[in-house]
């Protein structure tokens, strides 16, 4: 699809958007008065040394991960769970780790927080498996009771460690897509890989940066099940969004 198109689309996109269910209880949003950081090409980012196609090195490294054990969360889990989307996504989506859906399928976000993501996302023009790609900070389920795989509700946010064992796979994801721009779902995503200690509320919607590619923090749509008026806001981020792909080859 051409640029002109994507635009069309987009902008055809947005009377849907305004009226989907997911932000259906939200009143009329006001755009957030934050120009995001201009958003970089590919080829301003480090090649992977790896040969082949960005399929390919996707396809090679999700093998790697499915083999790890750097930490206890690779003896405990069901399922690796790598990521979803395209390898040529011009945005990527970054969450904090996989729960019992998600360790039961391989895949991130396929719970009810994933259903929800998918009607944000396609709100914007945008799929999991055709211009957008997902992934968590850590691949594997990290559960608060590790012997009990099949109990629901048995999640835990990833300790410092655990992420650290894992960093290096998503920055490897992230060298090899060479995504346009990141959105971080929730605190954990955004504080991991902004190096902060600021809650969500005061970090969403303003554009950061890591490792020269803009970083637009969201609440993760757990908290819009939790919460729904928090709705209002993700909108505004995710217009914010849409309007720095928009502007952008």
């Known amino acids: 699809m051409s640029r002109g198109e994507l635009i069309r ?4 996109r947005v009377e849907v958007f305004e009226e989907s269910e997911w932000c259906a209880s ?7 008065n934050n120009s995001p950081v201009p958003l970089t090409g590919p080829q301003e980012r480090p090649a992977a040394p790896v040969n082949g196609s960005k399929a390919e090195r996707l396809a090679a490294l999700a093998a790697e991960v499915s083999a790890c054990r750097k930490c206890p969360l ?5 399922n690796a769970v790598f990521g979803v989307g395209s390898a040529e996504a011009r945005v990527v989506f970054v969450g904090e780790g996989p729960g019992f859906d998600e360790d039961h399928q391989g895949e991130p976000f396929v719970g009810k927080s994933g259903q929800l993501l998918d009607k944000i996302l396609a709100a914007i023009g945008l799929s999991r498996k055709e211009n957008a790609y997902i992934a968590n900070i850590v691949k594997c389920h990290p559960m608060a009771d590790p012997s009990n795989p099949e109990k629901r509700g048995n999640d835990r946010p990833p300790t410092p460690q655990e992420s650290a064992a894992c960093r290096g796979y998503l920055d490897r994801q992230l060298e090899i897509i060479a995504p346009r721009a990141i959105v971080t779902l929730g605190a954990v995503a955004a504080r991991t890989l902004l190096g902060t200690t600021e809650g969500i509320t005061s970090l969403r919607g303003k554009w950061r940066e890591y490792q020269g590619v803009p970083v637009l923090p969201t609440f993760h749509p757990a ?11 993700v909108w505004e981020d995710m217009k914010s969004l849409k309007k720095a792909l928009e502007e952008t080859p």
């Open 9 to 12: 689309e987009l902008r055809a």
């Open 74 to 78: 690779g003896e405990q889990r069901l």
């Open 26 to 32: 939200a009143a009329t949003p006001t755009i957030v």
């Open 223 to 233: 908290a819009l099940l939790r919460d729904p008026n928090l709705k209002r806001d």
